[in-house]
């Protein structure tokens, strides 16, 4: 779909170009964004041979093993499910032509080169990325405490429960007690959608 007239078009090459939104529906990864979920595209390199979607919901990867190849391996890494972490930037040197942007998820480290007149767009989506992991490490630390608090809470309900008392109907509310509690708790602190975070810091 994406051949070499699309790529001349939009002057790709090894080195990565951001694409501007209007020429999304141009790249092979909007295929696979799920338009039908409301996920969005917020940012999107592409060289010759990869293509680096960044959506609300997840990092869409189209790895390419050359620009003369059309296979293509496709990898969908959710931010809910493959935390981000390590995030560097590389600004360029005097002689340099790209700057890099660097991070891991999935257990995979990504190094993208970007040509350096997207400086100010790679800015952008170092500062996305740089807050989405800093949300998803706080979200983690929150609900393991919580976690840790439910369970001393049982603990000493369990302790304090008089032998007459109906312990089976005791369980079945603490039970139910904690399911919901857990679940209000993976609601707020197991964010999957961060479209508000690309709204603010990635500028159009």
Same mark, same amino acid.
């Given at each position: 779909?994406?051949?070499?007239?699309?790529?001349?078009?939009?002057?790709?090459?090894?080195?990565?170009?951001?694409?501007?939104?209007?020429?999304?529906?141009?790249?092979?990864?909007?295929?696979?964004?799920?338009? &039908? %979920?409301?996920?969005? /595209? =917020?940012?999107?390199?592409?060289?010759?041979?990869?293509?680096?979607?960044?959506?609300?919901? *997840? $990092?869409?990867?189209?790895?390419?093993?050359?620009?003369?190849?059309?296979?293509?391996?496709?990898?969908?890494?959710?931010?809910?499910?493959?935390?981000?972490?390590?995030?560097?930037?590389?600004?360029?040197?005097?002689?340099?032509?790209?700057?890099?942007?660097?991070?891991?998820?999935?257990?995979?480290?990504?190094?993208?080169?970007?040509?350096?007149?997207?400086? &100010? %767009?790679?800015?952008? /989506? =170092?500062?996305?990325?740089?807050?989405?992991?800093?949300?998803?490490?706080?979200?983690?630390? *929150? $609900?393991?405490?919580?976690?840790?608090?439910?369970?001393?809470?049982?603990?000493?309900?369990?302790?304090?429960?008089?032998?007459?008392?109906?312990?089976?109907?005791?369980?079945?509310?603490?039970?139910?007690?904690?399911?919901?509690?857990?679940?209000?708790?993976?609601?707020?602190?197991?964010?999957?959608?961060?479209?508000?975070?690309?709204?603010?810091?990635?500028?159009?």
């Amino acid at each position: 779909m994406f051949g070499k007239v699309a790529a001349d078009m939009l002057g790709l090459s090894d080195v990565g170009s951001v694409i501007k939104p209007e020429d999304y529906n141009k790249v092979d990864a909007d295929d696979y964004v799920m338009h &039908e %979920d409301q996920e969005k /595209i =917020y940012f999107l390199i592409k060289s010759k041979t990869d293509e680096y979607c960044f959506t609300n919901l *997840a $990092l869409i990867h189209l790895d390419g093993t050359s620009a003369m190849s059309k296979k293509r391996t496709l990898r969908r890494l959710s931010y809910s499910t493959h935390p981000i972490s390590n995030v560097l930037m590389e600004t360029a040197g005097t002689v340099d032509l790209d700057v890099e942007l660097k991070f891991s998820m999935g257990g995979i480290a990504y190094s993208i080169d970007v040509h350096k007149k997207f400086i &100010e %767009d790679v800015k952008d /989506i =170092y500062k996305s990325l740089l807050r989405i992991a800093e949300i998803s490490h706080e979200n983690e630390i *929150a $609900l393991n405490q919580a976690g840790q608090s439910l369970n001393l809470a049982s603990t000493a309900l369990g302790r304090g429960t008089p032998k007459e008392v109906d312990l089976a109907g005791q369980f079945k509310a603490l039970n139910q007690a904690a399911f919901d509690w857990l679940t209000d708790a993976r609601k707020q602190y197991h964010l999957k959608d961060y479209g508000f975070v690309f709204e603010r810091y990635i500028g159009r």
